[in-house]
């Protein structure tokens, strides 16, 4: 009888607290509903923007190895003590080059489809970031390609314009948002 009586009282319990209001008047639940779904969106919204900042650090990121490959000797030369530094970092970051890249797309496409779902709507500057989606996934593609085929300096020329001209539609994607 007792496991009862505590079952009925937690029952209520939390009947009473998560309860949600009820009002007679259809124009004051209409008001409150119309509430939740701004707090909704605000919150997909939120985490959207959150994505596309993870995009931003997962790109360069994955773009610190390029610039880590032209410059390891002028950074030697400067620090010659920091040079064991930057040989495990150009080693780490080649292990990882093509987890984060894929990372970075990633996350780009579900802040596009986030912020899609938050505003309802595409203007320009959506657009603009679909174009960069579109031309970061080629080039993980030609990346895919040059895996195999490392020496191939058209195809690393491919993958390098194509991540240039993404991450040129990147930036006004950001400055214009």
């Not at 701004?38 to 994505?51: D, K, S």
């Not at 993870?54 to 880590?68: N, P």
């Not at 002028?74 to 080649?94: A, E, Y």
Request: hydrophobic fraction near 55%; charge should be neutral; proline fraction near 2%.
């Amino acid at each position: 009888m007792r496991k009862v009586m505590m079952m009925i009282g937690l029952i209520l319990m939390v009947t009473i607290v998560f309860k949600q209001p009820v009002f007679a008047d259809d124009d004051e639940y209409r008001k409150y509903e119309e509430h939740e779904l701004e707090e909704e969106n605000e919150a997909v919204e939120e985490g959207g923007e959150v994505l596309g900042w993870g995009t931003v650090a997962a790109t360069a990121a994955a773009g610190t190895l390029f610039l880590l490959r032209r410059k390891v000797s002028f950074f030697t030369k400067i620090m010659p003590n920091g040079k064991p530094f930057f040989i495990q970092l150009l080693r780490l970051l080649t292990k990882w080059h093509i987890s984060i890249g894929a990372i970075a797309v990633t996350l780009a496409a579900a802040h596009g489809i986030l912020m899609y779902m938050a505003e309802g709507e595409l203007t320009a500057n959506e657009y603009v970031g679909m174009v960069a989606v579109g031309l970061m996934t080629a080039a993980a593609v030609v990346g895919m390609v040059l895996a195999k085929n490392k020496r191939n300096s058209s195809i690393r020329a491919t993958h390098m314009g194509l991540l240039l001209t993404s991450g040129i539609f990147m930036v006004f994607h950001i400055v214009f948002s």
